[in-house]
């Protein structure tokens, strides 16, 4: 069974290390890695994938990768900007592949769906507390599933039933093609910063040499520590600081937060010599995979080689710019779009749906969630949370967006232990 770290790990939705596996001493090859079986032994070695040389324009690999699939396809249509760039390049390639929809019946206002000229939306309607369900949460496998991976695959698979062809997906697209503020040019003297959004997450900054101390360090967040404080003050009986940027779930015990703080700062150190290792775009592809892409016959784009080639071609400051106030990024998507001139583009993140959809089952579940940790936990039988903590926030705001993720996890979770 994972640890406890492990597992506390996996309710807050962080990422594994690349060669984990639930199972002590094993470890699994990473993206770079390959095994060597010789008479006097076996050894792994690792070397940085070679990408294409001179690959196409980032539009024409897309529409390669269209143009490959036997058969004819249909896409995965959410109608933001991948999927919209996605149906784009259909386009470029001479395909009128349909638009699935799924149609979740989330609540609040939704926008309408932007139209593709030329191309058709087939709307499939989905039970989205069937698909979060925690009783049928998957059983037997070596690590917990999760919701990140469990809901779009089925979401995946429903739409690839509907449509009786495979199904592309437009998952990573806008992460790969994304430029981080430091990297983009500010002007002379950071004046552009001045109009920009708010790019932290937390906290008050006092004025412009602030902001650009904190990007050249690569920090989105600007809490400080207490005036007294040593800058390395860390009780020896203590765990490791929280890292910037995360926010624990209320509710874990003492032993629970020393558990996942410890396995955190391992991970943080292998990922990170992992990533320096494969470089921004593969590292950033590397995570996203492991994070949230599940296979299941489904066709990425973003993953094949060519199309990661184009990418990496696209030098920094043309991913991203600050233009009258705004931080526009991911500008070779917005460009390809703009040029079909397609409107009303949705710009919720790629997680939104799966919050918001969080949120709406552990509202309507609330009572019986409660119920059923009242009477066990096997999360709480182990030390590691506090369940009259994790009721109490189901009782008080079931529907909160930021805590209805990492809650549900924690449901889904508890069930793989239980079961």
Same mark, same amino acid.
Request: charged letters at 20%; glycine letters at 10%.
């Given at each position: 069974?994972?640890?406890?770290?492990?597992?506390?790990?996996?309710?807050?939705?962080?990422?594994?290390?690349?060669?984990?596996?639930?199972?002590?001493?094993?470890?699994?090859?990473?993206?770079?890695?390959?095994?060597?079986?010789?008479?006097?032994?076996?050894?792994?070695?690792?070397?940085?994938?070679?990408?294409?040389?001179?690959?196409?324009?980032?539009?024409?690999?897309?529409?390669?990768?269209?143009?490959?699939?036997?058969?004819?396809?249909?896409?995965?249509?959410?109608?933001?900007?991948?999927?919209?760039?996605?149906?784009?390049?259909?386009?470029?390639?001479?395909?009128?592949?349909?638009?699935?929809?799924?149609?979740?019946?989330?609540?609040?206002?939704?926008?309408?769906?932007?139209?593709?000229?030329?191309?058709?939306?087939?709307?499939?309607?989905?039970?989205?507390?069937?698909?979060?369900?925690?009783?049928?949460?998957?059983?037997?496998?070596?690590?917990?599933?999760?919701?990140?991976?469990?809901?779009?695959?089925?979401?995946?698979?429903?739409?690839?039933?509907?449509?009786?062809?495979?199904?592309?997906?437009?998952?990573?697209?806008?992460?790969?093609?994304?430029?981080?503020? +430091?990297? %983009? &040019?500010? *002007? =002379? !003297? /950071?004046?552009?910063?001045? @109009?920009? $959004?708010?790019?932290?997450?937390?906290?008050?900054?006092?004025?412009?040499?602030?902001?650009?101390?904190?990007?050249?360090?690569?920090?989105?967040?600007?809490?400080?520590?207490?005036?007294?404080?040593?800058?390395?003050?860390?009780?020896?009986?203590?765990? +490791?600081? %929280? &890292?910037? *940027? =995360? !926010? /624990?779930?209320?509710?874990? @015990?003492? $032993?629970?937060?020393?558990?996942?703080?410890?396995?955190?700062?391992?991970?943080?150190?292998?990922?990170?010599?992992?990533?320096?290792?494969?470089?921004?775009?593969?590292?950033?592809?590397?995570?996203?995979?492991?994070?949230?892409?599940?296979?299941?016959?489904?066709?990425? &784009?973003?993953?094949?080689?060519?199309?990661?080639?184009?990418?990496?071609?696209?030098?920094?400051?043309?991913?991203?710019?600050?233009?009258?106030?705004?931080?526009?990024?991911?500008?070779?998507?917005?460009?390809?779009?703009?040029?079909?001139?397609?409107?009303?583009?949705?710009?919720?993140?790629?997680?939104?749906?799966?919050?918001?959809?969080?949120?709406?089952?552990?509202?309507?579940?609330?009572?019986?969630?409660?119920?059923?940790?009242?009477?066990?936990?096997?999360?709480?039988?182990?030390?590691?949370?506090?369940?009259?903590?994790?009721?109490?926030?189901?009782?008080?705001?079931?529907?909160?967006?930021?805590?209805?993720?990492?809650?549900?996890?924690?449901?889904?979770?508890?069930?793989?232990?239980?079961?």
């Amino acid at each position: 069974m994972p640890g406890a770290g492990t597992l506390l790990a996996l309710v807050h939705g962080l990422a594994p290390p690349p060669d984990a596996t639930s199972l002590p001493g094993v470890r699994r090859l990473s993206l770079g890695a390959s095994v060597s079986v010789r008479a006097d032994g076996a050894g792994v070695t690792r070397r940085r994938p070679a990408l294409p040389q001179e690959p196409p324009g980032l539009l024409s690999a897309v529409a390669d990768v269209l143009d490959g699939i036997p058969g004819g396809y249909a896409i995965a249509y959410g109608g933001g900007l991948s999927s919209a760039f996605v149906a784009v390049a259909a386009l470029s390639a001479g395909h009128r592949p349909p638009l699935m929809h799924a149609e979740l019946g989330l609540p609040g206002e939704r926008p309408a769906l932007a139209a593709v000229p030329g191309l058709d939306v087939q709307r499939v309607p989905l039970d989205v507390y069937g698909l979060l369900d925690h009783h049928s949460v998957p059983l037997g496998g070596l690590t917990p599933p999760l919701p990140d991976v469990v809901f779009p695959r089925r979401i995946a698979a429903a739409l690839t039933e509907a449509a009786g062809r495979p199904l592309v997906s437009a998952a990573l697209l806008e992460d790969l093609t994304a430029a981080k503020l +430091p990297d %983009v &040019p500010r *002007g =002379r !003297r /950071d004046w552009r910063l001045l @109009t920009c $959004e708010p790019f932290h997450l937390s906290g008050v900054l006092s004025g412009l040499e602030e902001a650009a101390a904190l990007l050249e360090q690569g920090v989105v967040r600007s809490d400080k520590p207490a005036p007294d404080a040593p800058a390395d003050a860390q009780p020896p009986d203590a765990p +490791p600081p %929280v &890292p910037l *940027g =995360r !926010r /624990d779930l209320p509710g874990m @015990t003492a $032993e629970g937060r020393v558990a996942l703080q410890t396995v955190q700062q391992a991970s943080l150190s292998v990922w990170k010599d992992h990533l320096d290792f494969l470089g921004p775009l593969l590292g950033r592809a590397d995570a996203g995979v492991t994070e949230r892409v599940a296979w299941d016959g489904t066709v990425f &784009p973003a993953t094949d080689p060519t199309v990661l080639a184009a990418m990496e071609a696209v030098p920094a400051e043309r991913l991203g710019r600050i233009s009258r106030g705004v931080f526009r990024n991911n500008r070779p998507l917005t460009g390809a779009v703009a040029r079909h001139r397609l409107r009303g583009l949705r710009r919720a993140s790629s997680s939104y749906d799966l919050r918001l959809a969080a949120a709406a089952y552990l509202h309507r579940e609330s009572a019986k969630v409660v119920a059923e940790l009242e009477r066990e936990s096997a999360l709480a039988d182990m030390g590691l949370i506090e369940a009259d903590t994790v009721t109490g926030l189901l009782r008080q705001s079931p529907g909160r967006t930021d805590q209805a993720l990492p809650l549900l996890r924690l449901l889904w979770i508890d069930r793989w232990l239980k079961g």
